[in-house]
């Protein structure tokens, strides 16, 4: 998906959420365990209640891998069933050295190799370059470079003055000769705050994906307030607050009714920068 | 496996090598390919070729999730078989917020959950002190933090000067924290060469896990020279140069010369510092 549609989803829906899907088999509720596959049952489910709510899904690798084998089939499973009006997000945090990221880039976007074409691919910015540049060369793909996170280890390295700035704003600022706001994103947690307009200083028009409303505490006025361009500019996730609102058989309703509150509210949003 | 058992076998094997099971389905020897699983049978005859020759073997995950499902089952196959006499490390680059490392973690541990047990775990450091920390719970088991890369990108963030050191350094000293020798280790890339000085002056006692002999320019003396400690304190690790020495039927004896060589020449490194 290029920017182009998705602003075109994000006016049609009314909506940037993104549904963070960190599925754990110990969370769901207790009658998906009959089925089959519970992890992809309950994605599933979670999708077809929410998909004309949210402009993204973002399964959260970790979670899948954690089962071995079987983990991976649900992964895939669940990236065939996102609808094309949906913008899917691998959140994997990868990297390495150059002729293995080609590798973790035929895993997540190439699907004749790993089975799956995700949109976009999370990564991981400490080794450079020659790390992030594999991602880029794949037609209508997105790399989403973290940048300052939403967890509390973010002022250990991310904050570091280094010279005039501070890291995350060099890696900003490298990442910004590496690929252009066609093909790139970063991640930008909601608990930062203020720093949403440092960031908008070193990147103006690029889309930034924004976790940490909800549970990790980020308020959705305020990421607007400070992180919105003209288009928009926000991919705003949300996970446990929405995927685990109930852990009955209405979980997947439950799932809508907190999709739609967070829809409504970003309707607003976008309707005070004239973009609806 | 602890750190008095990776001690046992440095010195029962005369050996500190860790073999790079980099598998690539398109670089593997043809006949192969007539195997139910390609990539497992490669790994297979590599391990039984050179087990005694080196002290672990290290998967990286890039070349196995790139073949989706029978790529994870090739990586489940090999961990199952490298042999208790070897350090196992899965080359993950992983890190992610602390519930999610926390599955990461799953994945590669807990055999129970993700159908393996890994010895060790290669992490990147950009999200601080809770994406780490979560792996550290495991008894025997290690992290391999990300330092000083041997890729050309590790120029772009690992060698800015942050205050009055560079990000690595500050990596190092935070890490120290969170870890100690006994179940943390740190990358350090063979083509850093004098850069190995300053990481002992952080890190005297860590085991370092060296990539970038052979094929990336690195150097095994120069290596030995700068970075080895009195209990050796190197796993030098080679990936093609061993591997792929041969593409013939005779690929895993070629495999085996090749490992001969380097294992020789670490025989002469750990007597001069009389660990042997």
Chains 1, 2 share one sequence.
């Not at 989803?9 to 959420?17: G, R």
Request: net charge negative.
């Amino acid at each position: 998906m290029n920017r182009q549609q998705l602003l075109e989803q994000i006016k049609a829906k009314q909506s940037f959420l993104c549904i963070g899907l960190d599925t754990d088999i110990n969370k769901i509720p207790e009658f998906l365990l009959d089925f089959e596959d519970p992890i992809f049952e309950f994605n599933k489910q979670i999708i077809a209640a929410t998909y004309d709510l949210c402009v993204a899904y973002k399964p959260n690798t970790a979670f899948y891998e954690s089962r071995g084998v079987k983990g991976w089939q649900s992964l895939i499973r669940t990236w065939q069933y996102i609808p094309e009006t949906c913008f899917s997000i691998a959140d994997a945090k990868r990297g390495d050295i150059g002729n293995t990221s080609e590798m973790y880039a035929r895993a997540f976007f190439d699907e004749r190799s790993g089975g799956m074409s995700f949109d976009a691919l999370t990564v991981a910015p400490y080794m450079g370059n020659d790390s992030v540049t594999p991602f880029l060369k794949f037609k209508d793909k997105w790399v989403i470079l973290l940048a300052l996170t939403s967890n509390p280890g973010s002022r250990d390295f991310q904050l570091l003055p280094c010279g005039n700035e501070r890291l995350f704003e060099s890696v900003l600022q490298k990442a910004n000769g590496w690929g252009t706001s066609e093909n790139m994103m970063y991640v930008v947690g909601a608990t930062q705050g203020e720093a949403f307009a440092t960031i908008r200083k070193h990147a103006p028009d690029h889309f930034l994906l924004v976790p940490g409303i909800g549970v990790q505490g980020g308020n959705l006025q305020e990421v607007c307030r400070y992180g919105m361009n003209k288009d928009c500019g926000l991919l705003i996730n949300s996970s446990r607050a929405i995927i685990y609102a109930s852990n009955g058989k209405d979980f997947a309703e439950r799932a809508r009714e907190e999709a739609l509150k967070i829809q409504q509210e970003m309707a607003g949003e976008l309707g005070k920068i004239g973009l609806i």
